[in-house]
C-alpha cells in the first residue's frame, strides 16, 4: 500500500469514528433528556404524594419493621404537637402515653385489629383517644417492610355518627310524616260520610225544634182545641215525631261510626311503643290497601285473599304502614298498565304468617334485587320516591322477628313476601 493510499484509508477510519463519537453523543444527550423527564415525572409524582398525605385528615405514621417511626403527615404532626425532625426515626411506642404492648404485635391478629390509644404530647399532655389502626408495608417484591398506622381522633368519629343518627332520624320522621299523610287523607275520605250525616240530621232536627216550639206556644198560649188541631196538622207534628227516632238513631250510629274510625285510628298509632298484641292482619290488610287507593285514579284490579283467621303478633300500626307501603309500590308499578293488577295473598304455618303483595308490572331488575332493601336506592323518578319506604318497612319487619324479601315472579312482575311470627 502507497503513502496516498494508506493516508486514505487512515482518513476514512477517522471519519467512521466522528460518526460513531456523534452517534453516542446524540444517544447520551437522548438518555440525558429522558433521565431528566423521568426525575421530573418522579418529583411531581413525590409533590403529589405529599400533598396528599398533608391533606388527609386521618393522621398517618410509616414505620419500619423495628418500629422506627420513617414517615408522618401533617395530621399527626398537628395531633402531638412535635416537629417532625424530632419524630423520624424514633420508636412509635416510645410515643404512646398508655402501656398497650408493642405496636408490632398488631400485625399477628391480622387485618382488622382496631385500637383506641393516646399519644404523647409536646407539652408533656396525652392526645384524645384515637382510633388506631395497623396494617403491613409491603416492598417492591411483596416483602413484609415495616407498618402503616392509620387512625382519627374518637370525638371526631363519635361526632360524625351521632350527625349520622339524627340525619337518620329525621329522614325517617320525613317518611312517617309521608306516611301520617296518606293515613289523614284516608281518614277524611273515611269521616266525611257519617259526618255529613250527622249534619244533615241536625238541620233537620233543628226545623223541628222551632216547628215544636210553635206548636208549645200555641198549646201554652191557651188556644182552642180547634186551633191546637189545625196547628197541629198545618205543622205536620205527627210526622215529625213518627221521623224523629229515626233521625236520632241515625245520629247515634253516624256519631258511633266516626267514634269506631277514631278507635281504629289509635290502634294504628305509629307511636307503637306498648308491648306487641296478636293483630288481625285480614282487617289490617283491608285497610291497608283502602288508605292506598285513597286519592288515586287507579284502574288497577286488587286482589284481596287473606284468611279472616290469619294473625300475627305486633303492633297493629308498624304493620299498617309496612303494608301500606307495600301496596301503594305495587300500585306504582302497574300505574301505567291498561290491565293493571295487584294480588294480596295471606296463608299461615304454625309458627309464622305470611302476607305476598304482587304485580304484573316489569319486576325488579337483576342488578337491583339486592338493592331494594337500601337506604336511599329507589327506581322512582327524582321527586316522587325518598328510597325509605322500604328500608324502613324491612326495618320494622324485622324488629318484629319476621322477615320482608323480594323477588321476581316466573311470570313477570315483582313480589314481595312479609312473614312474621304467630306467637
Same mark, same amino acid.
Given at each position: 500500500?502507497?503513502?496516498?493510499?494508506?493516508?486514505?484509508?487512515?482518513?476514512?477510519?477517522?471519519?467512521?469514528?466522528?460518526?460513531?463519537?456523534?452517534?453516542?453523543?446524540?444517544?447520551?444527550?437522548?438518555?440525558?433528556?429522558?433521565?431528566?423527564?423521568?426525575?421530573? !415525572?418522579? *418529583?411531581?409524582?413525590?409533590?403529589?404524594?405529599?400533598?396528599?398525605?398533608?391533606?388527609?385528615?386521618?393522621?398517618?405514621? =410509616?414505620?419500619?419493621?423495628?418500629? $422506627?417511626?420513617?414517615?408522618?403527615?401533617?395530621?399527626?404532626?398537628?395531633?402531638?404537637?412535635?416537629?417532625?425532625?424530632?419524630?423520624?426515626?424514633?420508636?412509635?411506642?416510645?410515643?404512646?402515653?398508655?402501656?398497650?404492648?408493642?405496636?408490632?404485635?398488631?400485625? *399477628?391478629?391480622?387485618?382488622?385489629?382496631?385500637? #383506641?390509644?393516646?399519644?404523647?404530647?409536646?407539652?408533656?399532655?396525652?392526645?384524645?383517644?384515637? $382510633?388506631?389502626?395497623?396494617?403491613?408495608?409491603?416492598?417492591?417484591?411483596?416483602?413484609?417492610?415495616?407498618?402503616?398506622?392509620?387512625?382519627?381522633?374518637?370525638?371526631?368519629?363519635?361526632?360524625?355518627?351521632?350527625?349520622?343518627?339524627?340525619?337518620?332520624?329525621?329522614?325517617?320522621?320525613?317518611? %312517617?310524616? $309521608?306516611?301520617?299523610?296518606?293515613?289523614?287523607?284516608?281518614?277524611?275520605? #273515611?269521616?266525611?260520610?257519617?259526618?255529613?250525616? @250527622?249534619?244533615?240530621?241536625?238541620?233537620?232536627?233543628?226545623?223541628?225544634?222551632?216547628?215544636?216550639? +210553635?206548636?208549645?206556644?200555641?198549646?201554652?198560649?191557651?188556644?182552642? $182545641?180547634?186551633?191546637?188541631?189545625? !196547628?197541629?196538622?198545618?205543622?205536620? @207534628?205527627?210526622?215529625? &215525631?213518627?221521623?224523629?227516632?229515626?233521625?236520632?238513631?241515625?245520629?247515634?250510629?253516624? !256519631?258511633?261510626?266516626?267514634?269506631?274510625?277514631?278507635?281504629?285510628?289509635?290502634?294504628?298509632?305509629? /307511636?307503637?311503643?306498648?308491648?306487641?298484641?296478636?293483630?288481625?292482619?285480614?282487617?289490617?290488610?283491608? %285497610?291497608?290497601?283502602?288508605?292506598? =287507593?285513597?286519592?288515586?285514579?287507579?284502574?288497577?284490579?286488587?286482589?284481596?285473599?287473606?284468611?279472616?283467621?290469619?294473625?300475627?303478633?305486633?303492633?297493629?300500626?308498624?304493620?299498617?304502614?309496612?303494608?301500606?307501603?307495600?301496596?301503594?309500590?305495587?300500585?306504582?308499578?302497574?300505574?301505567?298498565?291498561?290491565?293493571?293488577?295487584?294480588?294480596?295473598?295471606?296463608?299461615? +304455618?304454625?309458627? &309464622?304468617?305470611?302476607?305476598?303483595?304482587?304485580?304484573?308490572?316489569?319486576?325488579? !331488575? *337483576?342488578?337491583?334485587? /339486592? %338493592?331494594?332493601?337500601?337506604?336511599?336506592?329507589?327506581?322512582?323518578? =327524582?321527586?316522587?320516591?325518598?328510597?325509605?319506604?322500604?328500608?324502613?318497612?324491612?326495618?320494622?319487619?324485622?324488629?318484629?322477628?319476621?322477615?320482608? *324479601?323480594?323477588?321476581?315472579?316466573?311470570?313477570?312482575?315483582?313480589?314481595?313476601? &312479609?312473614?312474621?311470627?304467630?306467637?
Amino acid at each position: 500500500m502507497s503513502d496516498q493510499d494508506f493516508a486514505a484509508a487512515q482518513e476514512i477510519a477517522w471519519i467512521e469514528v466522528i460518526k460513531k463519537m456523534e452517534e453516542v453523543y446524540s444517544d447520551l444527550i437522548s438518555y440525558e433528556v429522558e433521565l431528566e423527564e423521568k426525575n421530573s !415525572a418522579l *418529583e411531581e409524582a413525590q409533590r403529589f404524594i405529599t400533598s396528599v398525605l398533608s391533606s388527609v385528615s386521618d393522621i398517618l405514621v =410509616v414505620c419500619d419493621q423495628r418500629g $422506627a417511626i420513617q414517615q408522618v403527615n401533617l395530621a399527626f404532626l398537628r395531633l402531638t404537637d412535635i416537629a417532625e425532625v424530632d419524630l423520624l426515626g424514633q420508636p412509635v411506642d416510645d410515643l404512646l402515653a398508655e402501656e398497650v404492648g408493642p405496636l408490632s404485635y398488631w400485625l *399477628e391478629a391480622g387485618p382488622g385489629n382496631d385500637r #383506641e390509644v393516646r399519644f404523647k404530647l409536646r407539652d408533656g399532655g396525652v392526645s384524645e383517644p384515637v $382510633a388506631l389502626t395497623c396494617a403491613t408495608l409491603l416492598d417492591h417484591r411483596g416483602l413484609p417492610a415495616g407498618m402503616v398506622l392509620t387512625g382519627r381522633p374518637v370525638g371526631e368519629l363519635r361526632r360524625a355518627y351521632e350527625a349520622l343518627k339524627r340525619a337518620q332520624a329525621q329522614l325517617v320522621q320525613q317518611e %312517617k310524616m $309521608a306516611s301520617l299523610g296518606r293515613l289523614i287523607a284516608g281518614v277524611a275520605h #273515611e269521616l266525611n260520610n257519617p259526618i255529613s250525616f @250527622i249534619v244533615g240530621n241536625v238541620h233537620v232536627l233543628s226545623k223541628y225544634r222551632e216547628r215544636l216550639e +210553635t206548636y208549645l206556644a200555641a198549646v201554652h198560649g191557651g188556644a182552642s $182545641a180547634a186551633e191546637r188541631e189545625a !196547628a197541629r196538622g198545618t205543622l205536620r @207534628i205527627d210526622a215529625m &215525631m213518627d221521623d224523629l227516632p229515626d233521625l236520632i238513631e241515625g245520629t247515634r250510629e253516624g !256519631a258511633q261510626r266516626v267514634a269506631d274510625i277514631v278507635k281504629s285510628l289509635k290502634r294504628l298509632s305509629f /307511636s307503637d311503643a306498648g308491648a306487641a298484641q296478636p293483630v288481625p292482619l285480614a282487617e289490617l290488610t283491608r %285497610k291497608a290497601v283502602q288508605w292506598a =287507593v285513597k286519592g288515586r285514579n287507579s284502574a288497577s284490579t286488587i286482589v284481596q285473599e287473606i284468611p279472616d283467621d290469619l294473625e300475627a303478633l305486633g303492633r297493629a300500626g308498624q304493620i299498617h304502614q309496612v303494608l301500606v307501603n307495600l301496596v301503594e309500590n305495587a300500585l306504582d308499578a302497574v300505574a301505567d298498565l291498561p290491565t293493571g293488577r295487584v294480588e294480596v295473598r295471606g296463608q299461615q +304455618t304454625k309458627a &309464622m304468617a305470611v302476607i305476598e303483595v304482587a304485580d304484573n308490572g316489569s319486576g325488579i !331488575a *337483576e342488578a337491583d334485587l /339486592s %338493592k331494594v332493601f337500601d337506604p336511599f336506592f329507589t327506581t322512582k323518578p =327524582v321527586g316522587q320516591g325518598t328510597g325509605l319506604g322500604l328500608w324502613i318497612s324491612y326495618g320494622i319487619v324485622r324488629d318484629h322477628g319476621g322477615m320482608l *324479601e323480594a323477588e321476581n315472579r316466573p311470570g313477570g312482575g315483582a313480589l314481595f313476601r &312479609m312473614t312474621l311470627p304467630r306467637d
